[in-house]
């Protein structure tokens, strides 16, 4: 590691911005027998977060809600028509971070017999993964990732199935998620009490 900000983890030495609303979709297959989840690149050429290995999402549009948004943006990025939304978390970039986000999460199930495909534009790859395969993957310098994608891959590689995970969520209450940055300069890093 160089030290510098994983992308989209820039500190901003000015002004508080507000965060934008988006929406986040973890796509999901296995059903009762596995767990596996859907990351999508993005572009290598994009301002935020280029290269980095993420859930579907992006900031919500006038006049949408975060479940059509989400849905919207796997539609776009992954090619999938996704129904069933499930809430899962909420994420809220910290006040020292250039670029803000209050994003929801959730869960939607893969449809059968659907394949994705990434987008060309603002997504150049994708792939399945176990949770624990895609941590892994990024432990090695595969794929790189940024920190709200590892600590919910972290989160749910404890679950054996999608069915599993979604019968959690469907009970859990979302509550936020608000990481902090400890240190200053180089050696700001993000971090977050345990999920």
Known sequence: MDGSPAPGEELNP??????RQAATVIVLR????RLEVLLVQRNPAAR???GAWVF??????AGEDHRSAGAREVREEAGLEVATLTPFSRWITPPQVKTRFDTLFFLASAPAGSEPRPDGGETVDLRWFRPRD?????????????FPTIKTLEQIARFD???ALVA???????????PRVEGQGETAR???DEL
């Open 14 to 19: 000015g002004r508080v911005t507000e965060p």
């Open 30 to 33: 296995g059903g009762g027998e």
């Open 48 to 50: 935020f977060m280029g």
């Open 56 to 61: 579907p999402g992006g900031a919500v549009d």
């Open 134 to 146: 895609a941590l892994a993957a990024h432990r090695r310098g595969e794929i790189a990732m940024v």
């Open 161 to 163: 199935s999608a069915d």
């Open 168 to 178: 959690w969520a469907s009970t859990h209450e979302v509550k936020p998620v608000q």
């Open 190 to 192: 993000i971090v977050v």
